[in-house]
């Protein structure tokens, strides 16, 4: 009887470790298969990209790829999309982070208000800005410079910074900071020596975010600038007169850096500094 | 010279009145222990005379001045807290010379008075480890080796030794009592335990 | 110190940020709405309700987010639990899930339109299969359930990254003694993931949901590739009004409508996950 039923419970586990496993695979599988379809078109020959039925296995021609990396143009607008994407990336820090200081760590009139409004910047179609702004631009002369775009590129940042790292600051213990207060730090240097550590998987967080969010863009991208294109705005400029094989090797081509920028940050996206123990 | 004075201190938080006119000295180089039932105020005490907490009236002198205005980093306490704060980033032996560092001592004497306190605290053999590898408490150890590797003039303890076991507690308690007189500090000790 | 004014000093550089570079423009969008060259009208706004397309991309706009947000918090959900607990391979796994996120919505169009379009991999493998005997143009007003089942896969594929981050780091936040303290209480797996990840999770599944729901309703490009002209939603129609009709007031008005729209779910959202004072760890 009671072995059975230990039998049984050792069963359960058995195949619930299979059903995890599995699942886990299978998640996998559903973010790579689409990505891997995409880079068998742009491996393949122009004539197999339009017909049909499809291999499965890429036959490694690097004719659609040749012709995006021999277009004129090319390199600076990847130049470009990395200059407006890092100071985007830079500017969101600085301005965001000491507002999510204050709103984690003090009680002031209107703070309730002020949140709810920074959270409601985003319900507005941000990109649809640019085109007032666009006048601005003209006047101050930042039209068609990555300084201007990365202007407009923060402030669709901002407020996902301000967010994203709102609700991990409020997972840090504010007796931290006292017992650096009463250790000797000023407000300034237990946020640098405490805080600052413990929230920078968070800080990062939203600095690669701020970074994609620039990096992704193309309608302000493609309004503001002219000469200076970034990546986006150039390849859609391009892409809507390509033919299908053309597409998809542009496609392409903004997928890859995606892949290596998650990549190179991903320790610290998720590494929490084992906050979970204290 | 470290006496503290507390005088007609009262708090509020909002309409809940957690104390009221609190009038206490401290002699200097006084061991006082503060006993009193869960929630009756003492945390609330302790934190206000860190600079943590405003009171919401009265006055606190420390060694003959006033300090209620003053940050906490310039009333020359240490603190431990209730539920340790020590830093998770931190290996032992950085928490414990934490505020050494913000004194800028020279690496030598951070180092000397680090093992000093650790041995104190019997947790000389914890100070690789980072606070999410020790028990509960050990790290509340590693809280109290902290406000003493400071060296301060008026130390402030808020159960301190809670998480030990009873053996380890008095064997403790008696070391403490000893390193705090001979440093000549003065020290309040909160606590539930009625067996003193 | 002046600890009374250090919050507003924090708070400054956000707010006149924005002042210039969100409110200002946004004032004049606003003032276009409700301007057509002679004084104040709600002409605008009459012009773009009374337009037949309006109901339709209203609803396949609600619809769309009924359906992809849910299908991408319970997915997120999932996977934020399911790595919670793993050992090695953490890493990797974590990585491949989060690749969406650096993925722009023009990349992501590409990589779907690969797989609907006439000669692509779902023609391809259904024809494999004997399903089909001829390639299908699934992307066609013929097609609408598929048309509307691309759209939100495409969504979800894309999307579901962004809330697994903040889930990620949400849950590393709970301590884990609540989980050693529930399993001694003998509490099922399923209960500790209701009884304490969720009400834990509460501040990280506000954000997460707020924003994915806003996004959701500036849903375009996606949209643009895989159903065209089949599938209006409401951000299409103000891109339209803006680039193809050049009527910025009509755009402009729409612009409010979405964003009135935005703030409804928005509170409603806040209202329902409401953290209280002092119950954050
Ligand atoms: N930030 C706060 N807001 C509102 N009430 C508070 C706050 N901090 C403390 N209190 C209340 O003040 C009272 C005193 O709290 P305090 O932490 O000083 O108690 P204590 O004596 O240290 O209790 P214990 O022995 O359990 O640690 C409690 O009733 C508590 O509910
Ligand atoms: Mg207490």
Known sequence: ??????????????????????????LCAWVLVPIYFLMVNTLSSPETVNSFPKTLVPEFDLGSLTFFAGFAGMLTALKNSVLVAGMTMVMSILIGAPAVYALSRFEFRGKSTFRLLILLTRAFPLPLLALPLAVMFIRTGLDDTAFGLALVHTTLAVPFAVLITFSLFSGIPIELEEAAWTLGCTRLTAFTMVVLPLIMPGITASAIFAFVISWNEVFAAAVLTIENRTLTAFLLQNLDTSPLHLKFAGGFILVVPALIFIFAVRKYLFAMWGIANR | MAEIQIKNVAKAFGAYQALNNINLTIADQEFMVLLGASGCGKSTLLRIIAGLETATSGEVWIGGKRIDHLSPKDRGIAMVFQNYAVFPHLTVFENIGFGLRMQKLPNAEVTRRVERVAGLMHIEMLLKRYSGELSGGQRQRVAVARALAMEPDVILMDEPLSNLDALLRMEMRAELKGVLAESKTTAIYVTHDQVK | MNARYLPYILILPVTLFLCVFFLYPFVLVAQQAFTTGSGFTFDNFREITSHWKFPISLTNTLLLAAAVVPVQLALALLMATMVSRMGKGRDLVLYIWTIPLGISDLAAELIWLAIFEQSGFLNTMMSGLGVIDKPVNFLSYEHPGVVFLAIALAEIWRATAIMLVILVAGIGLIPKEYYEAADVFGASKWKQFTRITLPMLRPSLQTALVLRVILAFEIFAVVAALGGTLFPVLMGETYTYQFDLLNSGAAAAMVLVILAISIGFTLIILRILRVPKGASI
Do not use: E, F
């Open chain 1, 1 to 26: 009887m009671t072995d059975t039923v230990l039998v049984d419970a050792a069963n359960t586990r058995k195949w619930g470790r299979y059903l995890y496993i599995s699942s886990v695979v299978l």
